[in-house]
Structure formats: C-alpha cells, structure tokens
C-alpha cells in the first residue's frame, strides 16, 4: 500500500472517486408504500446526489482535495449537479458531458421515520467507461485514496481498481448497489469494502442480525481477499476485521437526532477513506466514520447533509 503522509488535521489526503452522479427527486411522506400500494407525499425536494458524487462532497467536506471522475447529460440536471460539486470545492475536470443520454435520477421516499427507499435511473452513469477510466489514469495515480461504487459499469470500477491497486494506493468499495451476479474476485481485493447488513448477506450468503453474525460474515470477506472488511449496522455502528489480528472489532454507533438517512452510508465511506489516507489505523478511523456517518443523518437529502471535519468531530463516542 502506498505510504501515507501522518499529519493531523492540516494535512489534506488527494482523493479520487469514480462513480455516479445523480439528481434526487426526494419525496417525504408518512410511511412507504407496500408493493401495490399509493401513498401521498408530503412534499417534493430535488436535490444533488449519486453514491459517487456524494462520497466525493463528503470527503471534500471534511478536508481532502477531491477529483471525481463521472458523466452527467447534456440537460439542465447534468449543469445543475456539476455547478454543485464545484460549489462544495469537488474537482469536477474530470465530470464528462454525454450527448443524448439523460443525467442519472434517484427517485427517493422517506418516511417520517427516517428510512428510505430508492430507484435508481442509470443515464449518463451507464456510459462511464474503462476508456474514460484510462483517460484519467493521471488523478488515479497520483491519489492518497480511491473510492469506488457500483452505480457504474462493473468492468469501469475493475478498471480503477486496477490501476489504483497497481500504484499501491488505498482502494475503497462500497458495494451497493450489490449486482445480481457474483461480484468479480477483483473487487474483492480491495483494500477495504464497506456493505451494510443487506449487501452483506448478498455478498456471503451470511444474515447480519448482530454483532457476532456480522463478524462471521466480515471473516468470510476477509477470507476472500478484502485487507479490511467494515460492515456497517445502522444504529449498532460497525464491525471489521483488523488487519493486523485478524480480530473482529465493534465500533458503536454514535447518538443523533435522524432526520434522514439517505447519505449515512456515503459519508461513513467517505470519511473512512480520508481517516485512512492520512495514515491512520482502523481503530481511530472507523470511529470516525461512525461520527461521519451520525452526523449525516440530522439534515434532509445527500449532499447537503455531508458533514465538516469540526461537525464530525461533535460527534464522536468517547
């Protein structure tokens, strides 16, 4: 792996992150609908999102210099979303332009609870390429950490991996959302991959109900090639496997008033990512992530929710 710089909080980690770039159609309402069933929303809120442009805003929140390599339409979402990666200090270089292709949607609902459910309309992300990958190959090697996700082609996000893991740098995989075929053994030699219970039980056949399970499931990951396995669980924080023991640790969650939890997971990644990138070990920077993670759920939508290095730090359990 490639060697990290250890300074505090003044030293900021280059992050590259390859992936999606969406507009949220996020609607408010009582409770899900059932399959079959109509519910009234309360209200419709559109808003930046995509897992890659969100983990990208997050890390740029807390600190690190962040490229994201992406595609958006040629229409008015498409100039929307870029305009507001560069407002939140994301380099946005590398964000290409699709003709004739539609940026990428969401169409989310959340219930007053907090819990959400989400369809995700590919467009302009289906386009990103092993080409534009390697058009890019510059941000990627010369990266403290690179994140990616699956809401853009498999062979794009092997691409990546490929030439990140070539360099020694720091892979990140968040893999959601979790294809219906196997997830190619490429990708399972990460660095460091990030399900939550659901992708979790795809991934290894394993039920995430507890601590334990958990556990038992990231020693599967681990097994399988992935240096550090976190398997997040909401409202119990996270469980991975250290890469020193080989121990299964627990990392609790911390206390927050949820308003949405739309981002949680992208902020927890992001956040663990740049922790890492600055040197530090799994033991300070998932705890971190928890914080992260926390703090992104006291504010409605994505992007707007990604916490600043000082919020994350209101955060933390001691």
């Known amino acids: 792996m490639k060697k990290q710089n250890t300074a505090p909080h003044a030293n900021q980690p280059r992050v590259v992150v390859a992936g999606s770039i969406n507009m949220d159609l996020v609607a408010r309402c009582q409770r899900l609908p059932q399959a079959g069933e109509t ?28 490229h994201l390599i992406g595609r958006v339409g040629n229409d008015a979402f498409g100039q929307q ?33 907090g819990q959400n459910a989400i369809t995700i309309v590919a467009g302009s992300n289906g386009q990103l390429s092993t080409a534009d990958i390697k058009h890019h190959r510059s941000l990627i090697e010369s990266a403290d950490a690179v994140i990616v996700q699956l809401e853009i082609p498999l062979e794009t996000v092997i ?46 056949g394993i039920s995430v109900e507890d601590i334990e399970s958990a556990i038992e499931a990231g020693a599967v990951l681990r097994q399988r090639g992935v240096k550090i396995p976190v398997i ?8 991975w496997i250290d890469e020193s023991s080989g121990r299964g640790l627990h990392a609790p969650a ?19 990512a740049y922790r890492l990138a600055q040197g530090h070990a ?29 919020k994350v730090l209101e955060f933390v359990c001691h």
């Open 39 to 66: 519910v009234s929303a309360e209200n419709l809120v559109q808003l930046p999102g995509g897992k890659g442009a969100n983990q990208a805003v997050a890390a740029a929140q807390l600190g690190a210099r962040c």
């Open 81 to 113: 979303l870029t305009e507001r990666l560069a407002d939140y200090k994301v380099q946005t270089d590398a964000v290409m332009i699709t003709p004739e292709i539609s940026s990428g949607v969401a169409l989310i609902g959340v219930e007053n609870s």
């Open 159 to 204: 691409a990546t991996v490929t030439i990140a893991k070539s360099h020694g740098i720091l892979t990140v995989l968040d893999p959601a959302p979790t294809p219906s075929e196997a997830l190619p053994q490429e990708l399972y030699e990460v660095d460091v991959m990030t399900p939550n219970e659901t992708e979790t039980k795809s991934l290894t």
């Open 232 to 239: 997040t669980l909401g409202s119990q924080g996270a469980v």
């Open 254 to 272: 911390c206390d927050a008033n949820v308003v949405d939890t739309t981002a949680a997971g992208d902020a927890f990644t992001a956040a663990l």
């Open 282 to 310: 799994s033991t300070v920077a998932i705890p971190f992530a928890c914080a992260a993670g926390a703090a992104a759920t006291t504010a409605l939508g994505a992007q707007n929710s990604m916490p600043t290095y000082d």
